[in-house]
């Protein structure tokens, strides 16, 4: 472990009251990103500002998982490795706690801006006070990243397939997965009272509960996404199961269904986050329904769901509840992701099937009914499955950190360690 840093503009984000610009940007850059499917230098420039616009808002997962795709495919795209860096200092603040290799890798994205001959005057110059600030603060630390690098990539080689690919597609929970893979990324060791971070507060093994049902759902929905799209794992024995051929186009085999099930288990997943943020803050009825996109800001305002939106604004200062509430709104009926809450319903309450085409033939108009049959393409589902696994990976995380935040003693309060036994 490190000692904390303080930079006061590594990270700052507005409140849940006067979030409306930077949500506006955001999904201006979603929609960007929509209609440029390219992997060009146009594409890296819009994800780097979507991962930017996503920092801001506290979204710090989702933001180090932008910066790194568009690196995986261009290493030397300058902005990412800038502003990656700054995001690696924003994980401090969120997350109350820091490593040396955090700040290695932080480091390492100012060296490379700052001799980078296609960066701005003002950018090299931003990143070489960066740099240096960082070094002082490393001491000795500052010249081992090099030598350490060889021994952290063989040890992110010594995991398991399964590992390799929850690291590389961002569906992790391990915090120092975040910036990592090496050893200490190999469990998802996520929980509100981490190693050496004090916190203190009745509510604490009541959230830790809640994050237990959150890991052990995401762990299942992440291994039937792995078992459906990884011919090597299983058998899924198809040959036990007849089907009538209607000539419609649905594509039905275990490996669809896994599919159904783990994308259906992230939007629970996402409700149960909303349970814990009004648990954390005291701001439902014990008989309230609760919908991760719409309990905000309720239609029927009743008890203290009248007051709920009023009640979280006060605790704008905690950037990962407004990172949970820039996310909400992706999946409200306005977002740029409100087809995930689209599908669940039909998957749920009515009829989607998966099929290889967008619109088959249906030769026994077996798809016409009272209920609107809707057909998505397997490829589609399965892509939209893993960005949903990486949407609710994030929640996860926003979740966690909110939690920590409300529960970190006073500075004149002193708080105690929380150490919990692992099952």
């Given at each position: 472990m490190c000692s904390p840093i303080c930079i006061p503009d590594a990270f700052t984000t507005p409140g849940l009251s006067d979030h409306e610009l930077l949500l506006a940007a955001k999904n201006h850059y979603w929609k960007a990103l929509k209609l440029h499917p390219d992997d060009d230098n146009f594409a890296h420039q819009l994800r780097t500002n979507l991962g930017t616009t996503l920092r801001k808002s506290g979204r710090i997962a989702e933001a180090l998982a932008a910066y790194d795709d568009v690196l995986a495919s261009?290493?030397?795209?300058?902005?990412?490795?800038?502003?990656?860096?700054?995001?690696?200092?924003?994980?401090?603040?969120?997350?109350?706690?820091?490593?040396?290799?955090?700040?290695?890798?932080?480091?390492?994205?100012?060296?490379?801006?700052?001799?980078?001959?296609?960066?701005?005057?003002?950018?090299?110059?931003?990143?070489?006070?960066?740099?240096?600030?960082?070094?002082?603060?490393?001491?000795?630390?500052?010249?081992?990243?090099?030598?350490?690098?060889?021994?952290?990539?063989?040890?992110?080689?010594?995991?398991?397939?399964?590992?390799?690919?929850?690291?590389?597609?961002?569906?992790?929970?391990?915090?120092?997965?975040?910036?990592?893979?090496?050893?200490?990324a190999r469990r998802d060791d996520l929980m509100v009272a981490a190693h050496r971070t004090p916190v203190t507060g009745d509510h604490i093994p009541r959230c830790e509960l809640i994050l237990n049902r959150l890991k052990a759902e995401f762990g299942t929905a992440r291994l039937l996404y792995y078992e459906a799209t990884h011919d090597h794992v299983w058998n899924p024995h198809d040959e036990e199961i007849t089907y009538a051929d209607l000539f419609e186009g649905e594509q039905l085999s275990m490996r669809t269904e896994l599919l159904r099930t783990s994308f259906r288990l992230c939007l629970g997943i996402l409700d149960k986050i909303a349970h814990g943020i009004c648990e954390l803050y005291d701001v439902a009825e014990h008989h309230e329904r609760l919908y991760f996109e719409s309990f905000w800001r309720p239609a029927a305002r009743k008890g203290k769901a009248s007051t709920r939106w009023d009640t979280l604004a006060t605790k704008s200062k905690n950037p990962s509840l407004v990172a949970l509430y820039s996310q909400a709104t992706d999946l409200a009926s306005a977002g740029e992701w409100a087809l995930f809450k689209a599908w669940r319903n039909d998957l749920e309450h009515r009829f989607l099937i998966l099929t290889r085409q967008p619109a088959p033939s249906d030769l026994l108009k077996a798809r016409e009914g009272t209920f609107a049959t809707r057909c998505v393409p397997v490829k589609e589902f399965t892509n939209r499955t893993l960005h949903l696994l990486q949407f609710t990976r994030s929640a996860i995380f926003n979740f966690t950190y909110c939690v920590r935040a409300e529960s970190r003693a006073d500075e004149d309060e002193p708080g105690f360690m929380m150490t919990l036994l692992h099952k």
């Open positions: 261009d290493p030397s795209f300058t902005m990412a490795h800038f502003q990656r860096g700054f995001a690696l200092l924003a994980l401090e603040r969120l997350s109350g706690t820091v490593s040396t290799t955090q700040l290695q890798r932080a480091r390492t994205d100012y060296v490379f801006v700052a001799h980078a001959a296609d960066a701005a005057p003002g950018v090299r110059e931003s990143a070489e006070k960066m740099r240096k600030y960082l070094t002082k603060h490393l001491g000795n630390k500052a010249g081992s990243a090099a030598e350490q690098q060889d021994t952290l990539d063989e040890e992110a080689r010594q995991h398991s397939a399964y590992r390799q690919f929850t690291l590389l597609h961002h569906v992790g929970l391990a915090e120092h997965g975040l910036y990592c893979h090496c050893n200490g």
